[in-house]
C-alpha cells in the first residue's frame, strides 16, 4: 500500500498561473481532505470531500477549487496563483469524514508563488 | 472556536532525557486527540491517538495523556534519542455537522542532540 500519494512534491509558479495538485489513496477511504500548512499557523483545512460525488469547503476556500475524481482521487486547483498561496499543500484521507477516524496524510507539495 | 496551543515552540535537549510536550485546547468537547510527528520536508505520521473516554495511550518510549477536564495533553518521551528530532504536532478531533474537525497546534520544534 501506498497510502496517499501527492504529486508534484514541489513546483514554482508566476502570479496568475494555474495549477492543478493530484492526491490519491488506495486504502478504499471514503473522506479526503486539502490542508495548507504555514509557518506559525499549523494547518488549515482548504477543501474536503465526504464521500465520492460530494465536495465542501473548509476554513480557507477562497482562490481554490477541487474535484473529486473517483473513490481514490481528490484534486486541488489553483485558477490564478497570488504569492499569499506560497505554502505546503497536504492532502489527506479517512474512512469516514463525521466520526473519529484517523486521517492519513500524504508526504505534501511545496508551492511558491512569484 | 477551538484553539490548540502548544509550549514550548521548540526544545533542544541532550540525548537520554526524558521530556514532555504539552498541548492545551480551549473546548473540551473533542472525540479525540492526536500526536503526530513531522520530519522536514515530510507529511505527518501518527504517533498516538487518545479517544476522549480515555486517559492515556502509549507505545514504546512515547507516553500520551488526556484530561479533557482541564483542555490539557502531554506527550511524554522516555530516553529520548537524536532519531526523535521533528516536530510534533497536537491535533484535536471535534464532530461536526458533516465532518469531524481538525484543529492543529502550532507544534513543538524538538532537537535531541548527542
Redesign the interface.
Known amino acids: 500500500n501506498a497510502g ?1 500519494t501527492q504529486t508534484p512534491k514541489f513546483q514554482v509558479l508566476k502570479t496568475g498561473q494555474s495549477m492543478t495538485l493530484q492526491c490519491a489513496q488506495d486504502m478504499n477511504h471514503n ?1 479526503m481532505y486539502w490542508y495548507r500548512q504555514d509557518p ?6 482548504i477543501y ?1 470531500s ?1 464521500s465520492e460525488g460530494t465536495t ?1 469547503k473548509g476554513e480557507v476556500p477562497n482562490g481554490y477549487n477541487v474535484s473529486r475524481l473517483n473513490k481514490r482521487e481528490f484534486s486541488l486547483r489553483l485558477e490564478s496563483a497570488a504569492p499569499s498561496q506560497t505554502s505546503v499543500y ?1 492532502c489527506a484521507s ?1 474512512e469516514l ?12 507539495t ?1 508551492l511558491t508563488v512569484l | 472556536k477551538q484553539e490548540v496551543t502548544q509550549i514550548p515552540a521548540a526544545l533542544s535537549v541532550p540525548e537520554g532525557e526524558n521530556l514532555v510536550l504539552n498541548c492545551s485546547f480551549t473546548d473540551s468537547a473533542i472525540y479525540n486527540l492526536q500526536w503526530f510527528r513531522q520530519d522536514p520536508g515530510k507529511g505527518l505520521t501518527s504517533l498516538l491517538l487518545i479517544q476522549s473516554s480515555q486517559r492515556e495511550q502509549t507505545s514504546g518510549r512515547l507516553n500520551a495523556s488526556l484530561d479533557k477536564s482541564s483542555g490539557r495533553s502531554t506527550l511524554y518521551i522516555a530516553a529520548s534519542q537524536p532519531g526523535d528530532s521533528a516536530t510534533y504536532l497536537c491535533v484535536s478531533f471535534a464532530g461536526g455537522t458533516s465532518y469531524g474537525k481538525l484543529t492543529f497546534g502550532q507544534g513543538t520544534i524538538l532537537t535531541v542532540h548527542p
Open positions: 496517499v473522506s506559525g499557523m499549523g494547518l488549515r483545512l474536503y465526504a465542501d497536504f479517512s469524514a463525521d466520526s473519529y477516524n484517523e486521517q492519513f496524510f500524504g508526504p505534501g511545496r
